[in-house]
């Protein structure tokens, strides 16, 4: 299996402009979860998945953000508009059970100027 | 809501040291799982601990889980270079299935 695959691996954007993140979980695992990583904040857990149902999205910071997951295959988060302080590396992760280990994508680096 | 509080937040050592880094919750936990993040990469699984007590060895690596299920040490003996990079524990509550993480330890070791 190759992971969990996370595109793009990097994305400049200037504020105001629409910005999409996308994931591939790895196969067969029942669990996702969007992460964003700052300095200033660690990593924070913005939502999670349970088979393709969003479950817990209190850490979605704004209605600015947004996270679909349309089949166990493949998610998405939105940021509409963008500001700068959206700036971070964003982590998708995938698990077979809630209580197992998570696997990490590589992350998407997110610059917005 | 749940904390897991984790320290220090650098540590810097000389290459051979010893390296210890804490995680401490305000709440019992179910179980406590640690991951490494190298620089620039993503975290990366390295264990869990579940039972009260509970001691792991990986290679240098010792991993311990407290009596009282509220804190875990991971120990790593005779830093190496490749060593370097930030250590994070994820605690769980038996209320809660999703773990949070802590804020990490970064490990810097000086050849």
């Known amino acids: 299996d190759a992971g969990v695959i996370q595109s793009p691996r990097h994305e400049v954007t200037e504020m105001g402009q629409e910005v999409t993140l996308r994931c591939k979980p790895i196969s067969g695992h029942d669990y996702l979860f969007w992460y964003r990583q700052t300095m200033m904040r660690g990593l924070e857990l913005l939502i999670y998945?349970?088979?393709?149902?969003?479950?817990?999205d209190s850490g979605m910071p704004e209605d600015r953000f947004s996270a679909k997951m349309p089949n166990a295959s493949f998610s998405t988060l939105k940021i509409q508009p963008s500001e700068p302080r959206d700036s971070a590396v964003y982590f998708c992760?995938?698990?077979?059970?809630?209580?197992?280990?998570?696997?990490f994508g590589q992350g998407t680096r997110l610059t917005v100027v | 809501g749940q904390q897991v509080m984790q320290i220090p937040q650098y540590q810097h050592v000389q290459e051979g040291e010893d390296f210890t880094t804490y995680c401490n919750s305000s709440?019992?936990?179910?179980?406590i799982q640690w991951y490494k993040q190298r620089p620039g990469g993503h975290p990366v699984f390295l264990i869990q601990l579940v039972k009260s007590g509970e001691v792991k060895k990986q290679k240098r690596l010792t991993f311990q889980f407290g009596e009282a299920k509220k804190n875990s040490s991971l120990h790593i003996t005779a830093t190496q270079t490749t060593d370097v990079g930030t250590y994070f524990c994820a605690g769980r509550t038996g209320g809660s299935y999703i773990p949070t993480f802590g804020r990490g330890t970064s490990l810097i070791v000086h050849p």
């Open positions: 998945f349970n088979n393709n149902v969003p479950i817990d």
């Open positions: 992760a995938s698990s077979l059970f809630q209580e197992t280990e998570a696997f």
């Open positions: 709440t019992t936990l179910s179980n």
